[in-house]
């Protein structure tokens, strides 16, 4: 598919499309207090209903966190909804809001980290977990320093033109897993990696690995790419913050002797890690994406209907 161009939808077929990124234009110019009342009422209003994302978010919940209450679970569920309608309308703040606001409404934190590695003469992977803040965080690192990061191309025009705005400040996004060599050179030459590393792709390239107890298909790809790159591994993390005061996005120490040799052995190390910023911030994670698809030995899906 060709790069997607506003001129894609003056066709009467795309005018839908055409009326949602009107829509999606103008609430990135609301203030974020009122992005953070609606947001939160969005995610309420889409609570009510048993829908595949609330489904799915409730299983891996209950599978991640047995030690809580039934009660309980469904709380953190509500709570992930809502956080989740907040982000789903920052969105818009960063796909199209002027760089002025953007710089205003995220802030960056724990740059020091950062430091450290780049004084060491290393490169940079930035290991960014899927939160549900990741867009606009990953935009907003774009904008200081230039990034590259992967993708998987959409099917619908509307949706692959949303996703080709991450680069709207100089990133380059690369066709996941299909352009190894330019992703390589593209580190080797000084640029940041953007890495999702929390992605069942299937069990190639991948092993399985415990996330909060639960055999994970975790693709290893990190340690391979960490080492012929001599990059250092920077945790990095986006928050959206309470009441519309913004995002906030903060780097964590490198990871320290990585890789260790055994890209199982890290791949269990790098979930570990992800675990304890989850913790912090469990209402922000990504519940909504089936992690547990992929099961080992032909076990059932732990997604079935009951």
């Given at each position: 598919?060709?790069?997607?161009?506003?001129?894609?939808?003056?066709?009467p077929r795309?005018?839908?499309?055409?009326l949602i990124?009107?829509?999606v234009?103008v609430?990135s110019?609301?203030?974020?207090?009122?992005?953070?009342?609606?947001?939160?009422?969005?995610?309420w209003f889409?609570?009510?209903f048993n829908?595949?994302?609330?489904r799915?978010?409730?299983?891996n919940?209950?599978?991640?966190?047995?030690?809580?209450?039934?009660?309980?679970?469904?709380?953190?569920?509500?709570r992930h909804?809502?956080?989740s309608?907040v982000?789903v309308l920052?969105?818009?703040?960063?796909w199209?809001?002027?760089a002025?606001r953007?710089r205003r409404?995220?802030?960056?934190?724990?740059?020091h980290h950062?430091?450290a590695?780049?004084a060491?003469?290393?490169?940079v992977?930035?290991?960014?977990p899927?939160?549900?803040?990741?867009?606009?965080?990953?935009?907003?690192?774009?904008?200081d320093?230039?990034v590259?990061?992967m993708y998987?191309?959409?099917?619908?025009?509307l949706?692959?033109?949303?996703?080709?705005r991450?680069?709207?400040f100089?990133?380059v996004?690369?066709?996941h897993?299909a352009?190894?060599?330019?992703?390589?050179?593209s580190?080797?030459d000084?640029?940041?990696f953007?890495?999702?590393?929390d992605q069942?792709?299937g069990?190639?390239s991948?092993?399985?690995?415990?996330?909060?107890?639960v055999?994970?298909?975790?693709v290893?790809a990190?340690?391979?790419i960490?080492e012929?790159?001599?990059a250092?591994?920077?945790?990095c993390t986006?928050?959206?913050?309470p009441?519309g005061r913004?995002c906030e996005v903060?780097?964590?120490?490198?990871?320290?002797?990585?890789?260790?040799?055994?890209?199982?052995?890290?791949?269990?190390?790098?979930?570990?890690?992800?675990e304890?910023?989850?913790?912090?911030?469990?209402e922000?994670?990504?519940?909504?994406?089936?992690r547990f698809k992929?099961?080992?030995?032909?076990e059932?899906?732990?997604?079935?209907k009951?």
């Open positions: 598919m060709a790069d997607v161009t506003l001129r894609t939808f003056l066709h795309n005018w839908y499309a055409l990124l009107a829509c234009i609430i110019w609301l203030p974020q207090p009122v992005l953070w009342i609606l947001g939160n009422a969005l995610g889409f609570s009510l829908s595949p994302a609330r799915v978010a409730s299983r919940i209950e599978l991640c966190f047995p030690e809580l209450s039934p009660d309980e679970r469904r709380r953190l569920v509500r909804l809502r956080a309608g982000a920052n969105l818009g703040v960063a199209f809001a002027p002025w953007l409404v995220v802030t960056l934190r724990d740059e950062l430091n590695a780049l060491n003469g290393r490169n992977i930035l290991l960014a899927h939160f549900i803040g990741l867009d606009i965080g990953g935009i907003r690192v774009s904008m320093q230039k590259v990061s998987r191309r959409s099917r619908s025009p949706l692959e033109y949303l996703f080709q991450r680069g709207r100089g990133a996004m690369v066709m897993l352009s190894l060599r330019t992703l390589l050179k580190i080797r000084g640029m940041w953007y890495y999702l590393p069942d792709i069990e190639r991948s092993v399985f690995a415990p996330f909060f107890g055999p994970a298909a975790t290893t990190l340690s391979r960490a012929s790159t001599n250092a591994v920077v945790p986006t928050r959206i913050l009441y913004g903060r780097f964590h120490p490198a990871l320290e002797n990585f890789p260790g040799g055994d890209p199982a052995e890290d791949a269990r190390r790098m979930n570990r890690e992800i304890q910023w989850v913790r912090e911030m469990p922000q994670y990504l519940w909504s994406y089936r992929t099961r080992p030995n032909n059932p899906s732990l997604y079935s009951k």
